[in-house]
C-alpha cells in the first residue's frame, strides 16, 4: 500500500511509501504528494489550530551520492522540512511543526540479507514518510 492510516489514542499516523513523494535521492517533492498533504490538511482545516504534527523522514541503507547532501540522514530531514513546509503553506504554524530525520537507523524491514545482499523490496519499503498529527 502507498499509504497505511492508523488511529492511536493521542492522533493520527499516516504512512507514505518514499515513492508517492521524492524521486530516488531527490528532496522535490512531487505534485502527487503535494496534494496528499493539500488532501490531509484540508480535511482537519477547522482543527488545525489545536493539533500539532511530526514529520519524519526516513531511508534505506543505501548510501547517497549527491553534491551537496552529504548522508541518508541529511536526505531524510530535508524530505521532512519539505513536507513540513507544505503543512505551512495549508495553515499550520511553524510552532505546530516538527521535523525527524531518522536517515537508515529505523527500517522496518531488513535491508540485507544474511549474507550482506541488498533486499531491494524491503529497501523499498524502508523509504518512507510518516505524519503523525495528534492534539496539543
Known sequence: AKVKVSRGPDGVVIKFDGATFFNSGDFLVKSEGVQIVTKITNSIRTDIPSHKSTIEGHTDNVPISHPIISSNWELSAIRAARIAQIMENQGFKKEQLTIQGWGETKP?????????????????????????????
Not at 531488513?110 to 524502508?126: E, F, H
Open 108 to 136: 522496518e524491514l531488513p535491508n540485507t540479507d544474511t549474507s550482506g545482499q541488498a533486499l531491494p523490496t524491503n529497501q523499498a519499503k524502508n523509504r518512507r514518510v510518516i505524519i503523525k498529527i495528534y492534539h496539543e
